[in-house]
């Protein structure tokens, strides 16, 4: 008679998941020391939420004594156009690929409970609980531990047949299931994601430090953005792929395993940085339901937009130009404070007559701080 764990793994594929691999709960003994060393670098920045829960996070057993068994899932969201081609496109907003379709938080839970139904009336008892990203969990040493792929040096998963384009999703369970053997690490002596990182956001191989990633400064840092980043943040403006997509692993990936869900909205992939500057609140809830994008918020999108326009060099001298200036007078002081430098990179000479014609708020810490740009970026 087939297996419990192999008919498990037939239901994970019919619901949408390409990877499934299972680990016991006590499976990533490192895990919970490398994260706190990581949390004592501060690598974590302002994502409190990450330390707040460190104890519960560094191991399954942290958060539910009694689990026994993980069960690791994966869904391919590998894109049908490498998505390193809008880099030198400087009027475009490149939008990372896993935020361009349907939220994936909604869509791996979803067929998470499928999977925890089937598996708890097929196995006639036990509990579990299903996990995407948000709780305390390290997907990602547990997805190695049961064999979905290695960690890395860009530190995520990368799976032999699905490269680095797989969404996490974990069952924690108290049913014990046989273990798979973990993955090894087939990075060798390739270093395509570390160089490919335009800030330089790796502290060694297989670790990064999240202040300076772009992934954080875009979609978790909710302040003006720290300018030594500004020029190598170039034109992505929710997220990075950079380190993923370099890596020699995706030629194995097809787009056709890819959930359909993920597939990307057409004007999310064609995005360009004019259609983001005229935003307003409505206008960026109508566009943005739906996706991952909405919770970043109106302000913090047009500030990366802003950031994004001010990289754009010649591309942002003509209309992109005129939507900065008219952002100077935004209500948000975040918005004003990115519009002011942004000024100050497209137009050297006309910025500081825009700038003195306008009251900035004395005690507003944030516009302060935008008001005297870097000398090296005024140049
Ligand atoms: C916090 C977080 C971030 C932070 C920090 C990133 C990071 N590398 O930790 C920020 C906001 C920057 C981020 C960005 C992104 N993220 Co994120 N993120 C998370 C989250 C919530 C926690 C990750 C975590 O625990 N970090 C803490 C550190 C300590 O853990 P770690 O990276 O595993 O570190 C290990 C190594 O450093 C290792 N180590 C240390 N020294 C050494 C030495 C050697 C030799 C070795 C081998 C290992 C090693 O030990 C650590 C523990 O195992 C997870 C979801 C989850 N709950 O797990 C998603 C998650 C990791 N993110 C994900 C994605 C897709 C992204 C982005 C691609 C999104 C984007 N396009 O913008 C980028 C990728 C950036 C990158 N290169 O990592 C996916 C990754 C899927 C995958 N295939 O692995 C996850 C799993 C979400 C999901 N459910 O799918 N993310
Ligand atoms: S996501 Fe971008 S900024 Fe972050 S580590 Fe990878 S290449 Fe660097
Ligand atoms: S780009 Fe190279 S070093 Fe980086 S994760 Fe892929 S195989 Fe490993």
Known sequence: MTSLESRLKDEARRLGFVACGICAADAIPDAGAQLRQWLELGAHGSMDWMEARADQRASPNGLWPEARSVIMLGMSYAPPLDPMRLANMPAAARISVYAQGADYHDVVKKQLKHLARWLIDTAG????????????????????????????????????????????????????????????????????????CPTDAFIAPYQVDARRCISYLTIEHKGPIPVEFRAGIGNHVYGCDDCLAVCPWNKFAEAAHANKAFAARAELAAMTLADLLTLDDPAFRAIFSGSPIKRIGRDRMVRNALIAAANAGQAGQGALLAQVHALLDDPSPLVRGAAIWALARLDPAGWRLAAAARQVDEHDADVRQEWQPHPAHVA
Request: with cysteine; charged share 20%.
């Open 125 to 196: 008892g036990g509990e579990l609980k299903v996990f995407v990203d948000t709780a305390p969990v390290m997907e990602k040493p547990l997805a190695a531990a049961a064999g979905l792929g290695w960690q890395g040096k860009h530190s995520n998963i990368v799976s032999r047949e699905h490269g680095s384009w797989l969404l996490l999703g974990a069952i924690y369970t108290t049913i014990d299931l046989a273990p798979d053997p973990a993955a090894r690490d087939r990075c060798g002596s390739c270093d395509a994601c570390q160089r490919a």
